[in-house]
């Protein structure tokens, strides 16, 4: 509400004010939910007649998924949330750039170079040749990353987990081929998660530090989301970086998961080849169990999973609506039910 000397300032009367937001988030998922996220902050605002410049958005972005091809790094989670929020991701895919080509990539085939299963666009490549060039410079992936959203503009403040490396790799349980280890992109893109994973290890992750501004983001945050993204690929691996699962645990914020799993199956991708190789059902009640009430305060499941979640599940506010995003309106609707749900643990 303006008070006499004009719009609220960052001292809102409005105790409910959520002004900071941070979100640890992976690829495809993630980004979607984000781009709804920002539309439902600045509807608050307006309708609190809030100066939305007070909302600020902080991800915290997985670099587990990230590889170096071609001598090129490539940074998947990154880059989605960066070009779904700036306006170039390819809508369809969910990755990689609009009207992308592939003539390098062709180019490389003809050479018989490999991997081949790969889609290394001609456009994204523009984006590894200026990070691979700067990280060799020395420049940390977190300046690297602000660099790169100069051009992009997402429209929040995109950190990644670490400045550190960190990769995702895969052990198979091949019956055929027997056990062997794989980059996670080789099982989820070549493999398509076909091959049971009898271990998922974010490499190098017990030696990471939170990149700069991370713990800080958490500390200060009013609300603290996990978007539908992967539990275990992706936040589960944010996760894993030492020092940021305390500092969520700790967070005097709010923490309000949102259910990647509707009816038993993912809404994308192949979270379920991921949770079974941890041991973990398949259900959106399962997911919420393995983050745990030290982490999660509340729980959005859709209404087709409303029943599971009896039993309430101790120390977890489970509220359930429509989680497809099927369009932008959607995805906000259920910003707008983490911003409530958020609002009545609060009080
Ligand atoms: N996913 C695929 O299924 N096939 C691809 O060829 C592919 C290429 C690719 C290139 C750049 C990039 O940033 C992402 C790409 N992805 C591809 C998606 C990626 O494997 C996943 O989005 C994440 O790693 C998991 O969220």
Known sequence: ?????????????DPDAVRRVVALAGGIGGARFLRGLLIALDDTGRDSNRKSEFTEVTVIGNTGDDITLFGL?????????MYTLGGGINEEQGWGRAGETFAVKDELGLYQAAPQWFGLGDRDIATHVLRTGWLADGVPLSEVTRRLCERWAPGVRLLPMSDDPVETHVLLDDPVQGERTVHFQEWWVRLHAAVPAKSITAVGASAARPAPGVLEAIEAADLIVFPPSNPVVSIGTILQVPGIRDAVVGARAPVIGVSPIIGGAPVRGMADACLAAIGVAT???????????????????????AATMQPPLDGIAVRSRPLLMVDLDATAAIARSVFDLAADLRV
Do not use: F, N, Q
Not at 1 to 13: K, N, T
Not at 73 to 81: A, E, F, M, Q
């Open 73 to 81: 790094r490539i940074c998947p989670d990154l880059d989605t949330v």
């Open 283 to 305: 259900t959106a009640r399962a997911v919420a169990e393995h983050y745990g009430p030290a982490l999660l305060d509340g729980w959005l499941v859709d209404d087709v999973d």
């Open 1 to 13: 509400m303006d008070g006499a000397d004009g719009p609220a300032g960052p001292s809102s009367r």
